[in-house]
């Protein structure tokens, strides 16, 4: 008995020094972002603009890209506020000329890039039945050939200097195709296959190449969605499961949690219960979790409405979408610039 209890002691203590010894790696490796270039595609907002906060603190020089340059000015002045270094560039990351006329001026004006964030995103919901090959198109462009065009046009300066880093963020929805968001799901999945094979061949380099699958995130977003059929019930439902602390997990905490996988060069980061637990039963019993979907997918609203017409979030706000259910996402509407 006693020898049983003396293996379980040195055991605990064997893997209590591992793991210490880990944390103190992890720690003397961690990339530092002072004084490094940083671009962050969809930086003018949300998600981008709240990880462009946390590595301004940290002493980064940003370079922000979107498509609007109002809200780029405003991201700018905010962060120039604080002390930051911004550039910020009107860029449409789905246009290749654009984006390598983007890194042109950056590299001209700040130097070569250190940090490619790819960020940039679009959300279509409703049924698949009402989504046209419009929203698919789009979906692919912003999610998997925008991030194409910014690594090709930052590798050879990265390859060159024998160094970079590379977060492309993803989606749960790149691991699990989830109903009523398929355009969203299928172009998540082509940017997770990108992303986990270009860290396999990019590591010879020293470019490390990092793919975040994070779960839902109360950014403020939903206002920004493309919502079909039944525009109304979709968006309430989508914007009640963005806004509960229950299925989502904050911006801020997101954004740290994403950071931290990046400065530490994992190669996968996933962020809430839900997601992690998602991922894990879809790897064990993928039959099983997509009959589940299927399952959740008959409770969901159906097609009509506006059928294969477009509607902004903003646009369908209905009673129960501007309800205290959904307090939270507005509150983080204000916050990031949505």
Same mark, same amino acid.
């Given at each position: 008995?006693?020898?049983?209890?003396?293996?379980?002691?040195?055991?605990?203590?064997?893997?209590?020094?591992?793991?210490?010894?880990?944390?103190?790696?992890?720690?003397?490796?961690?990339?530092?972002?002072?004084?490094?270039?940083?671009?962050?595609?969809?930086?003018?907002?949300?998600?981008?603009?709240?990880?462009?906060?946390?590595?301004?603190?940290?002493?980064?020089?940003?370079?922000?890209?979107?498509?609007?340059?109002?809200?780029?000015?405003?991201?700018?002045?905010?962060?120039?506020?604080?002390?930051?270094?911004?550039?910020?560039?009107?860029?449409?990351?789905?246009?290749?000329?654009?984006?390598?006329?983007?890194?042109?001026?950056?590299?001209?004006?700040?130097?070569?890039?250190?940090?490619?964030?790819?960020?940039?995103?679009?959300?279509?919901?409703?049924?698949?039945?009402?989504?046209?090959?419009?929203?698919?198109?789009?979906?692919?462009?912003?999610?998997?050939?925008?991030?194409?065009?910014?690594?090709?046009?930052?590798?050879?300066?990265?390859?060159?200097?024998?160094?970079?880093?590379?977060?492309?963020?993803?989606?749960?929805?790149?691991?699990?195709?989830?109903?009523?968001?398929?355009?969203?799901?299928?172009?998540?999945?082509?940017?997770?296959?990108?992303?986990?094979?270009?860290?396999?061949?990019?590591?010879?380099?020293?470019?490390?190449?990092?793919?975040?699958?994070?779960?839902?995130?109360?950014?403020?977003?939903?206002?920004?969605?493309?919502?079909?059929?039944?525009?109304?019930?979709?968006?309430?439902?989508?914007?009640?499961?963005?806004?509960?602390?229950?299925?989502?997990?904050?911006?801020?905490? *997101?954004?740290?949690?994403? $950071?931290? %996988? +990046?400065? !530490? /060069?994992? #190669?996968?980061?996933? =962020? *809430?219960?839900?997601?992690? $637990?998602? %991922? +894990?039963? !879809? /790897?064990? #019993?993928?039959?099983? =979790?997509?009959?589940?979907?299927? $399952?959740?997918?008959?409770?969901?609203?159906?097609?009509?409405?506006?059928?294969?017409?477009?509607?902004?979030?903003?646009?369908?706000?209905?009673?129960?979408?501007?309800?205290?259910?959904?307090?939270?996402?507005?509150?983080?509407?204000?916050?990031?610039?949505?």
């Amino acid at each position: 008995m006693k020898t049983d209890k003396s293996n379980v002691w040195w055991l605990t203590l064997g893997a209590g020094a591992l793991l210490a010894a880990r944390a103190v790696y992890r720690n003397l490796t961690a990339y530092n972002f002072s004084g490094k270039t940083v671009l962050i595609t969809g930086g003018s907002r949300g998600l981008g603009l709240v990880m462009a906060r946390q590595l301004a603190k940290e002493g980064a020089r940003l370079v922000l890209c979107a498509r609007d340059a109002n809200e780029l000015e405003d991201a700018r002045m905010e962060l120039a506020g604080k002390g930051a270094e911004v550039l910020v560039i009107k860029c449409d990351v789905t246009n290749q000329q654009q984006v390598n006329d983007t890194i042109t001026n950056v590299q001209n004006e700040f130097g070569p890039i250190d940090v490619l964030i790819n960020n940039a995103g679009i959300i279509h919901a409703g049924p698949v039945t009402e989504m046209t090959v419009q929203e698919f198109d789009e979906a692919i462009q912003t999610h998997y050939w925008g991030p194409v065009y910014t690594t090709l046009a930052v590798l050879p300066v990265m390859k060159a200097r024998g160094e970079g880093r590379i977060l492309n963020i993803a989606s749960i929805g790149g691991k699990i195709s989830v109903p009523h968001l398929v355009p969203y799901s299928a172009s998540k999945f082509a940017l997770v296959g990108l992303s986990e094979g270009l860290r396999e061949e990019l590591a010879k380099y020293n470019i490390t190449v990092t793919t975040a699958t994070p779960g839902l995130i109360r950014t403020g977003s939903p206002g920004h969605a493309i919502v079909k059929g039944q525009h109304k019930k979709e968006y309430a439902l989508f914007k009640i499961m963005d806004s509960s602390p229950l299925s989502s997990m904050s911006a801020e905490a *997101t954004a740290a949690k994403i $950071l931290d %996988a +990046l400065r !530490h /060069g994992d #190669a996968h980061v996933t =962020t *809430t219960v839900p997601a992690k $637990l998602g %991922a +894990l039963l !879809h /790897g064990i #019993a993928p039959s099983l =979790t997509n009959n589940m979907l299927g $399952l959740i997918n008959r409770a969901l609203p159906n097609e009509g409405g506006i059928g294969k017409e477009r509607a902004s979030g903003h646009a369908s706000e209905s009673p129960l979408s501007q309800s205290a259910l959904t307090e939270r996402t507005d509150k983080a509407a204000q916050r990031n610039n949505e």
